[in-house]
């Protein structure tokens, strides 16, 4: 029996995950999107992976410029998370303006105030059905504040997660 795309997504939508917004700089220019597929891969060397639509505009930006910064977002950047998600559609360059954003190792753009920042090259793509999957190797770290409330995604909408229970 073949399941089908909605039963799928409907299903996805019931596996809470982080709030991400991935950024690129680099020849290709700056970009970024909003993304709740990332997860860890290895230590050693210390391996992240991310999940986009190989149709996001973020997309040709990313694997030209080599190099992803994955800023783990809590509740005060929801709204900066919702503008890397496109629902402002805002041209990609006027994204950057929801936020503050510094450089570490590669050059991609790391969030302020993010609960934490991975800046990373990348190092394999796989495509796969609608998606690539990003394997990207982590050259810098920044922790943000311990007291930020996480942010997830889940049934389809952003809620507050914490050590409190949010």
Not at 83 to 108: I, N, Q, S, Y
Not at 126 to 138: D, M, N
Request: aromatic share 6%; with cysteine; proline share 4%.
């Amino acid at each position: 029996m073949a399941v089908s795309q909605k039963d799928f997504r409907d299903a996805m939508a019931r596996l809470g995950a982080a709030v991400n917004i991935i950024t690129t700089d680099g020849p290709a220019g700056i970009g970024g999107f909003t993304a709740s597929a990332v997860c860890s891969v290895t230590d050693e060397p210390p391996t992240i992976l991310l999940c986009m639509n190989r149709n996001a505009t973020a997309a040709p930006r990313l694997k030209e410029n080599g190099t992803v910064c994955i800023n783990v977002v809590g509740t005060t950047q929801k709204e900066a998370a919702m503008v890397f998600a496109g629902v402002t559609k805002c041209p990609m360059e006027e994204r950057f303006l929801a936020g503050t954003w510094t450089k570490l190792a590669t050059g991609a753009p790391a969030l302020d105030g993010a609960l934490e920042s991975l800046d990373c090259k990348i190092t394999e793509i796989v495509e796969k059905g609608s998606h690539l999957v990003v394997f990207a190797e982590v050259e810098a770290i920044r922790l943000g504040a311990e007291d930020e409330h996480g942010l997830i995604y889940f049934g389809r909408d952003y809620h507050a997660v914490g050590k409190n229970g949010g």
